[in-house]
């Protein structure tokens, strides 16, 4: 035990009151300028739209803080950058503990109370614990040097596909500028740290108190050591201590002092943006508030503070940017600069000074800080982005927002024009009349029940693309018959469904998407079920987490959870075993959007086939191309689609069958891109449906008569 | 300045259809209905001639040149659902809506129609009155020029660029002719004009203004408003009428394959059926 008082730290021994007051006028000045900064940052983000925020502070409090805690959001896909940053950010919150405590009891508890415990035991443990988090903080620091430096991960290259090079803001090196400096000044304040706590221990290599307790610091000891084997005397030892204690003391206040204004504020606004966080983001679609005169985002102003306070989340760490399926296939859109344009846009004219007018806050257009109609319109909406961001930026709904904007203006691609016409006339994007809606029963050889005129069990929301394309068509008729065989009492809603909107609203065609969502739940009011089932993972989004938003509240699957329920309940029963080496690819709205990843592999599993995994699997599924309205806008010629790069991964995994899938729009996408890849005859896209039905061959008595 | 555009409510039918009992027209049930692509187009062109003529006045530096006000006038003879494609127009930008109905319009031919256009345009007197070439579904392509007969005025049919100030006495256009051909044309307003397709973009109407377009009004006229009377309109208004409907019998076409002597044997079969004489 050492409860020794004169065991502690050494604070400004040797400073005249002059000094002392110089440095205290220094840090009141650092930390008034920090709330300055704080100041113009918040509001900042209070000049954009109001916005509620749904469930309890403390709840979201909760979850940040276990999110930043287990740095579970840093790790995913880049476990080195995570684990280094995990060093920094633990030993930055020791470090930041241990001055703190110095603080209160320097400058609280003892002026105050008399109360000091700065000493013995406690001040040994935590002089241990501090040289650690010192390591751990320049380890983290170093990696992450090497990482810019030497490794230069692709993703941390600023150079935007939606900029020429020469533009203005092409590749930002104010950025890289502003990177390094940051590592330089924590670096730096860490070394001259311990540097400082050696020249302290020499000069002070008299006092035992001092001495002999230097290996709690034992890496300020061993610099200590070296010091003096080098001829550093005692009397140096404190003129370098003194000099060492200004520099390290200047750093460390303009550090403080810098951190709203700089890329160190994202220690604050990544908390924030994290807490203010909504799971459902791109899943559901906000609403056009009733209030609001022009639909979606023009101005800067129109984001609501929670947006504008995640742009300044934003650590440009690139995992976006790389999940990005329109970036891959070189279109002129990174999530991750679409947000980065926006902060500077916001930063530029929201900090200082009066809001200006309103023509100088429209974030449309080809100026810095603008986004284009190019940019906006290569979303594929796939939520890649929204998924991985791990400080819970919202690029979804920020995009389709804008987007709101150019389609109340018109500008987009004539042919989705057309489409949405179409659409609005006919209820389908074929343009077919409503009552060949289900003109795929007739070859069936039983009747299927109109669910509109009499109660069924479950009730099939087919959709547009299993109901109208040829293609699709087949596995729609499969499929019923699956039902049919399995003794499921089901039934349609005929000419009664329309499309189910959830493209439409990402196209951000908000009005028509209304008028399609209200229609569906007006025809399913008319209909009595215990169970939606769909086959669209499109249509299952919107029903289940839009719909309700518009009163229409339905207990819906999709038909991979409800066939792997069938299969469990031996209504389905596997009598020729497939040995198929399969890979399957996750629908972005099943997968990524709805968590739906592993009934589907269940199903292969049941059904004997052998499953290869691509790499990127699960949530970091790579979109079709067909989302967000993509599907009615063709790509420009002679440029790689979406869909040609996930079939050459497929293409990689040798000995494959079977290329499955579970959406009719990756059925239409996939088989398209088998062919102009040229890997047709290498292996087959195939619907699950379709491997089902193989497995269970059709009884000769039912089998379908097409 | 006021252009009236003459817009009409069209139907689509898909391969499934029924006719109507009286065989004269396709079961209503089936139509899919929508604006007439052409009237798109004019609809457009007028609601730009507006929009360049209300940025010219806000351009302009003396108050006193106050231009004149541009107003577009949508005008529709339909029943009810012929609301749909006024609110439309009204969604893109025009003014006003009018829509002429009574039951005895019904069976009317382009003549009758035209007849009770030019009664609105006497009513409205606009400087220029557009209406589609044709509409997609009947396609009689004559409804324009015969308003312009009624009405007396000159008219141009098939314009694909127009060149007009508001406030000018004179339009200055190009006629498409066949063989790619372009016709310029310099015309007295008031004209009727039946504009091309492709003169330029047609706007897209999002549903949200659509909706906010429902609650601007729509003038109901009846034909007894303009002064037109029952021998006006209907069958007894017009010049033709229509006697049947019918889908033409789908020929047929087959290669004769085989030597000469096979080849010819099964000709003089194909002969001896299409003539009717037992094979």
């Given at each position: 035990?050492n409860s020794?008082d004169a065991v502690?730290?050494?604070l400004?021994?040797?400073?005249?009151?002059?000094?002392?007051r110089?440095?205290?006028?220094?840090g009141?000045?650092?930390?008034?300028i920090f709330?300055y900064?704080v100041?113009?940052?918040?509001?900042?983000?209070?000049?954009?739209a109001a916005?509620?925020l749904?469930?309890?502070?403390?709840?979201?409090?909760?979850?940040?803080?276990?999110?930043?805690l287990r740095?579970?959001?840093?790790?995913?896909r880049?476990?080195a950058?995570g684990g280094?940053?995990?060093?920094?950010?633990?030993?930055?919150?020791?470090?930041?503990i241990g001055t703190?405590t110095?603080?209160?009891?320097?400058?609280?508890l003892q002026?105050?109370f008399?109360?000091?415990?700065?000493?013995g035991d406690f001040?040994?443990g935590?002089?241990?614990?501090?040289?650690v988090a010192g390591?751990?903080l320049i380890?983290?620091?170093?990696?992450m040097?090497?990482r810019?430096g030497w490794l230069?991960p692709?993703?941390l290259?600023?150079a935007?596909?939606?900029?020429?090079?020469?533009?203005?803001?092409f590749?930002?090196p104010?950025?890289r500028?502003?990177?390094?400096a940051?590592l330089?000044i924590?670096?730096v304040?860490g070394?001259?740290?311990y540097?400082?706590e050696?020249a302290?221990?020499?000069?002070l290599?008299?006092?035992?108190?001092v001495?002999?307790?230097?290996?709690?610091?034992p890496v300020?000891a061993?610099i200590?050591?070296?010091l003096?084997?080098?001829g550093?005397?005692?009397h140096?030892?404190g003129t370098?201590?003194m000099?060492l204690?200004?520099?390290?003391?200047?750093?460390?206040?303009a550090f403080?002092a810098?951190?709203?204004?700089?890329?160190?504020?994202?220690?604050?606004?990544?908390m924030?943006s994290?807490?203010?966080?909504?799971?459902?983001?791109a899943q559901?679609l906000?609403?056009i508030?009733?209030?609001?005169?022009?639909?979606?985002?023009?101005k800067?102003?129109d984001f609501?503070?929670?947006?504008?306070?995640?742009?300044?989340?934003?650590?440009?760490?690139g995992?976006?940017?790389?999940?990005?399926p329109?970036?891959a296939?070189?279109?002129?859109?990174s999530?991750r600069?679409?947000?980065?344009?926006?902060r500077?846009?916001?930063?530029?004219?929201l900090?200082?000074?009066p809001?200006?007018?309103?023509?100088?806050?429209?974030?449309h257009?080809?100026?810095?800080g603008?986004v284009t109609?190019?940019?906006?319109?290569s979303c594929?909406?796939?939520?890649a982005?929204?998924e991985?961001?791990?400080v819970?930026?919202e690029?979804?709904p920020?995009?389709v927002?804008?987007?709101?904007?150019?389609?109340e203006e018109g500008?987009?691609d004539?042919?989705?024009t057309?489409t949405?016409?179409t659409?609005h006339k006919?209820g389908n994007?074929f343009?077919e009349s409503?009552?060949k809606?289900a003109?795929w029963?007739?070859a069936?050889?039983?009747?299927v029940k109109?669910?509109r005129?009499?109660?069924?069990d479950?009730?099939?929301?087919v959709?547009d693309y299993?109901?109208?394309?040829?293609?699709n068509q087949k596995?729609t008729q499969t499929f019923?018959?699956?039902?049919?065989?399995a003794?499921v009492d089901?039934g349609?809603l005929?000419?009664?469904e329309s499309?189910?909107?959830?493209d439409?609203r990402?196209?951000g065609?908000?009005?028509?998407?209304?008028?399609?969502?209200?229609a569906?739940?007006a025809?399913?009011g008319?209909?009595k079920f215990?169970t939606?089932?769909?086959?669209?993972?499109h249509?299952y989004?919107?029903?289940r987490?839009?719909?309700?938003?518009?009163g229409?509240?339905?207990?819906?699957?999709h038909y991979?959870s409800?066939?792997k329920?069938l299969?469990?309940?031996g209504?389905?029963k596997?009598?020729t075993?497939?040995?198929?080496?399969?890979t399957?690819h996750?629908?972005?709205?099943?997968?990524r959007y709805n968590?739906?990843?592993e009934?589907?592999?269940?199903v292969?599993?049941?059904?004997?086939c052998e499953?290869?995994?691509m790499?990127?699997?699960r949530?970091n599924?790579f979109c079709?191309?067909?989302?967000?309205?993509?599907?009615w806008i063709p790509?420009p010629?002679?440029?790689?689609k979406?869909?040609?790069?996930?079939?050459?991964?497929?293409a990689?995994?040798?000995?494959l069958d079977?290329?499955?899938?579970?959406c009719p729009?990756d059925?239409?996408m996939?088989?398209d891109a088998l062919?102009?890849?040229?890997?047709?005859g290498?292996?087959?896209?195939?619907?699950?449906?379709?491997l089902?039905?193989?497995?269970i061959p059709?009884?000769?008595t039912?089998?379908?008569t097409? | 300045m006021k252009?009236?555009?003459a817009?009409?409510?069209v139907v689509?039918?898909d391969?499934?259809?029924e006719?109507r009992?009286?065989?004269?027209?396709?079961?209503p049930?089936?139509?899919?209905r929508?604006?007439n692509?052409?009237?798109d187009?004019?609809?457009?062109e007028?609601?730009k001639?507006?929009e360049?003529a209300a940025?010219?006045a806000t351009a302009a530096t003396?108050?006193?040149a106050a231009?004149?006000a541009?107003e577009?006038?949508?005008?529709?003879?339909?029943p009810?659902?012929?609301?749909?494609?006024?609110r439309?127009?009204l969604?893109?930008g025009?003014?006003?809506?009018v829509r002429v109905?009574d039951?005895a319009?019904e069976?009317?031919?382009?003549i009758a129609?035209?007849r009770i256009l030019?009664?609105?345009?006497?009513?409205?007197s606009p400087d220029?009155?557009f209406?589609g070439v044709?509409s997609s579904?009947?396609?009689?392509a004559?409804?324009g020029?015969a308003?312009?007969a009624?009405l007396d005025?000159?008219?141009?049919?098939?314009v694909a660029?127009?060149d007009?100030?508001?406030g000018?006495?004179?339009a200055?256009?190009r006629?498409e002719?066949e063989g790619?051909?372009?016709?310029?044309?310099d015309?007295q307003c008031p004209?009727?004009?039946t504009?091309?397709?492709g003169i330029?973009t047609?706007?897209?109407?999002?549903?949200?203004?659509i909706?906010?377009?429902?609650a601007?009004p729509i003038?109901?006229?009846s034909p007894?408003d303009?002064?037109l009377?029952?021998?006006?309109?209907?069958e007894a208004?017009s010049a033709?009428r229509v006697?049947r409907m019918s889908?033409?019998?789908?020929?047929?076409?087959?290669?004769i394959?085989?030597?000469v002597?096979?080849?010819a044997d099964?000709l003089a079969?194909?002969?001896r059926?299409?003539k009717?004489?037992?094979?």
């Amino acid at each position: 035990m050492n409860s020794n008082d004169a065991v502690t730290r050494i604070l400004f021994e040797q400073f005249s009151a002059a000094q002392v007051r110089l440095f205290y006028a220094l840090g009141y000045a650092a930390i008034a300028i920090f709330f300055y900064g704080v100041y113009v940052q918040v509001r900042k983000y209070r000049r954009g739209a109001a916005l509620a925020l749904e469930g309890g502070v403390w709840s979201r409090f909760g979850d940040m803080v276990s999110t930043v805690l287990r740095h579970r959001t840093l790790d995913r896909r880049d476990h080195a950058a995570g684990g280094a940053h995990r060093l920094i950010f633990y030993g930055f919150v020791l470090l930041f503990i241990g001055t703190s405590t110095i603080t209160l009891q320097y400058d609280i508890l003892q002026p105050l109370f008399g109360i000091t415990f700065w000493h013995g035991d406690f001040y040994l443990g935590f002089s241990l614990v501090l040289d650690v988090a010192g390591v751990m903080l320049i380890a983290g620091l170093v990696y992450m040097m090497v990482r810019r430096g030497w490794l230069k991960p692709p993703k941390l290259d600023y150079a935007r596909p939606d900029r020429d090079p020469g533009d203005p803001d092409f590749d930002r090196p104010q950025y890289r500028r502003e990177d390094w400096a940051f590592l330089w000044i924590l670096i730096v304040i860490g070394g001259t740290g311990y540097l400082l706590e050696a020249a302290r221990l020499v000069w002070l290599e008299a006092r035992p108190d001092v001495w002999d307790t230097r290996w709690w610091s034992p890496v300020g000891a061993l610099i200590a050591e070296a010091l003096r084997g080098l001829g550093l005397s005692a009397h140096g030892g404190g003129t370098l201590r003194m000099g060492l204690w200004w520099l390290h003391g200047l750093l460390a206040l303009a550090f403080i002092a810098l951190i709203p204004f700089t890329k160190v504020k994202h220690v604050f606004t990544s908390m924030g943006s994290l807490m203010a966080r909504d799971p459902l983001a791109a899943q559901r679609l906000p609403r056009i508030p009733e209030s609001q005169a022009t639909p979606g985002v023009t101005k800067i102003t129109d984001f609501n503070w929670k947006q504008l306070l995640s742009l300044d989340a934003c650590t440009k760490c690139g995992r976006c940017h790389e999940a990005c399926p329109a970036r891959a296939v070189g279109a002129p859109l990174s999530p991750r600069d679409v947000i980065l344009s926006l902060r500077e846009f916001a930063k530029s004219t929201l900090e200082y000074g009066p809001v200006p007018e309103a023509a100088e806050l429209d974030v449309h257009g080809k100026s810095v800080g603008q986004v284009t109609q190019e940019t906006l319109w290569s979303c594929r909406t796939c939520m890649a982005c929204v998924e991985i961001c791990p400080v819970a930026v919202e690029h979804v709904p920020i995009i389709v927002q804008m987007r709101r904007k150019l389609v109340e203006e018109g500008a987009m691609d004539p042919l989705l024009t057309k489409t949405l016409q179409t659409i609005h006339k006919t209820g389908n994007s074929f343009g077919e009349s409503k009552r060949k809606r289900a003109a795929w029963t007739k070859a069936l050889p039983f009747p299927v029940k109109d669910a509109r005129k009499e109660p069924v069990d479950v009730l099939w929301f087919v959709g547009d693309y299993a109901s109208f394309d040829p293609r699709n068509q087949k596995v729609t008729q499969t499929f019923a018959t699956l039902l049919h065989e399995a003794g499921v009492d089901f039934g349609i809603l005929f000419e009664g469904e329309s499309n189910a909107g959830n493209d439409v609203r990402r196209v951000g065609e908000e009005g028509l998407y209304e008028v399609l969502a209200t229609a569906n739940i007006a025809a399913l009011g008319t209909a009595k079920f215990n169970t939606l089932v769909t086959t669209d993972p499109h249509s299952y989004n919107t029903i289940r987490n839009e719909y309700p938003d518009f009163g229409g509240k339905y207990p819906i699957v999709h038909y991979t959870s409800f066939v792997k329920q069938l299969f469990a309940e031996g209504k389905l029963k596997v009598t020729t075993p497939l040995s198929y080496r399969t890979t399957f690819h996750d629908p972005c709205h099943l997968g990524r959007y709805n968590k739906g990843y592993e009934a589907p592999r269940d199903v292969l599993k049941l059904l004997g086939c052998e499953l290869v995994e691509m790499g990127r699997n699960r949530a970091n599924s790579f979109c079709c191309g067909a989302g967000g309205g993509r599907i009615w806008i063709p790509d420009p010629v002679g440029t790689e689609k979406p869909a040609q790069n996930r079939i050459q991964e497929a293409a990689a995994i040798a000995g494959l069958d079977v290329y499955v899938v579970s959406c009719p729009k990756d059925l239409t996408m996939f088989e398209d891109a088998l062919k102009t890849t040229g890997n047709e005859g290498k292996f087959v896209v195939k619907e699950l449906i379709e491997l089902i039905r193989e497995a269970i061959p059709a009884r000769r008595t039912e089998a379908v008569t097409a | 300045m006021k252009i009236m555009v003459a817009v009409k409510q069209v139907v689509a039918l898909d391969e499934d259809f029924e006719f109507r009992a009286d065989g004269r027209d396709v079961d209503p049930d089936f139509f899919i209905r929508d604006l007439n692509e052409w009237d798109d187009f004019s609809l457009e062109e007028a609601v730009k001639i507006k929009e360049a003529a209300a940025n010219g006045a806000t351009a302009a530096t003396a108050p006193s040149a106050a231009a004149p006000a541009a107003e577009v006038v949508a005008v529709s003879i339909g029943p009810e659902e012929a609301d749909d494609v006024l609110r439309k127009a009204l969604a893109k930008g025009a003014d006003r809506a009018v829509r002429v109905w009574d039951e005895a319009i019904e069976g009317s031919d382009p003549i009758a129609i035209a007849r009770i256009l030019a009664a609105v345009a006497k009513r409205e007197s606009p400087d220029l009155l557009f209406a589609g070439v044709q509409s997609s579904d009947q396609s009689f392509a004559s409804t324009g020029i015969a308003t312009a007969a009624f009405l007396d005025w000159p008219h141009a049919a098939v314009v694909a660029k127009l060149d007009y100030a508001p406030g000018t006495a004179r339009a200055v256009l190009r006629r498409e002719l066949e063989g790619g051909l372009l016709h310029e044309v310099d015309i007295q307003c008031p004209a009727v004009l039946t504009i091309q397709l492709g003169i330029n973009t047609p706007r897209y109407a999002s549903l949200r203004s659509i909706k906010q377009a429902a609650a601007k009004p729509i003038e109901l006229l009846s034909p007894a408003d303009l002064g037109l009377t029952s021998s006006d309109l209907g069958e007894a208004g017009s010049a033709s009428r229509v006697r049947r409907m019918s889908v033409p019998d789908k020929g047929r076409a087959q290669l004769i394959e085989g030597d000469v002597a096979a080849q010819a044997d099964q000709l003089a079969a194909l002969i001896r059926e299409f003539k009717g004489e037992s094979v």
